[in-house]
């Protein structure tokens, strides 16, 4: 479904992403796991789009969409949240919701003006929509709170919740569990794994909750250094020594 051809980011002369190459099956949870720093980020962003590789390709859907916008691959159905949740904190969780649907006819002054029915119409589609989705995630009782005041652990299930305002393919979730209790974590764990399962989801899933990746991914890939170090499913990965290393290596760069 994905395939990242040897892709190369540098941040001045610093190279986060080196040479690197990852494929995606249609289908899978595929696990992207790695220490801090590793570059899994960045890879993500230029999925995305969100940073544009200095070399390599991105073929999504047997297309070369390395140098689309971010709103051309979002149209292609390739959607992703973020480390830290983007929500707009100023809006409700349900007008937060409601924004993500692409193409609202609403917002063009010219169409509320010559078509009010028409966008009326969209609205309540688009509102319909994202109540069955704030039920799906068990959220409907803070619909109104203002997204910036809800919990941390709340705000990653919004961010699945506005991958599913979409007709979204392929979803890059960029640690979803960081910061998110256990309770809250278990039940993004089964959304996760149902929207796998009865909507047909491919995701790309960054975490560094092990036990969440053994539960989900299939395969894991392990990223040190910017390039992928082991490929395999999660037993190969978390017993591989060169995967220990990298994360002993972390933990000493941290502690000096
Ligand atoms: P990961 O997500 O695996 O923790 P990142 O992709 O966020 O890693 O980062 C990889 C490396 O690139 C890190 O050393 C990070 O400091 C650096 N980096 C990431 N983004 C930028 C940026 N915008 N400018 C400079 N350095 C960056
Ligand atoms: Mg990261």
């Given amino acids: 479904m994905l395939s990242c051809e040897r892709l190369t980011m540098s941040f001045g002369s610093f190279r986060a992403v080196d040479d690197c190459s990852i494929s995606v099956a249609r289908g899978s949870i595929t696990g992207l796991v790695g220490p801090n720093g590793a570059g899994k980020t960045t890879v993500f962003n ?20 390395t140098t689309l916008t971010p709103d051309r691959r979002f149209q292609k159905g ?11 904190d100023h809006l409700s969780v349900i007008e937060n919701l409601m924004m993500v649907a692409p193409g609202q006819p609403g917002e063009s002054l010219i169409n509320n003006w010559i078509a009010p029915a028409r966008v009326k ?23 109104h709170q203002r997204a910036g005041r809800i919990s941390g652990g709340q705000k990653k299930l919004l961010e699945l919740g506005r991958t599913m305002m979409t007709d979204a393919e392929l979803v890059l979730l960029d640690e979803p ?5 256990r309770t809250l974590l278990r039940k993004l764990e089964e959304k ?21 990746i053994e539960r989900l991914c299939a ?14 499913n999660f037993e190969t990965v978390r017993s591989d020594p060169r995967v220990l290393e990298a994360y002993l290596g972390e933990r000493q760069h941290l502690t000096a």
């Fill in 78 to 88: 390739l959607v992703r949240t973020f480390q830290i949740p983007h929500e707009f």
């Fill in 219 to 232: 395969p894991v890939i392990c990223m040190a250094e910017g390039r992928v170090l082991v490929e395999g």
């Fill in 121 to 143: 119409d969209v609205e309540a589609k688009t509102s319909r929509r994202a109540w069955e989705v704030l039920e799906f995630l068990e959220l409907t009782q803070i619909a």
């Fill in 177 to 181: 569990a960081a910061g998110v209790n």
């Fill in 46 to 65: 230029m999925i995305a789009g969100a940073l544009y590789p200095d070399s390599g390709q991105i073929i999504y859907l047997g297309e070369d969409i």
């Fill in 192 to 212: 996760i794994a149902f929207l796998h399962r009865e909507r047909g989801y491919t995701f790309v899933l960054i975490e560094h909750d092990m036990e969440m």
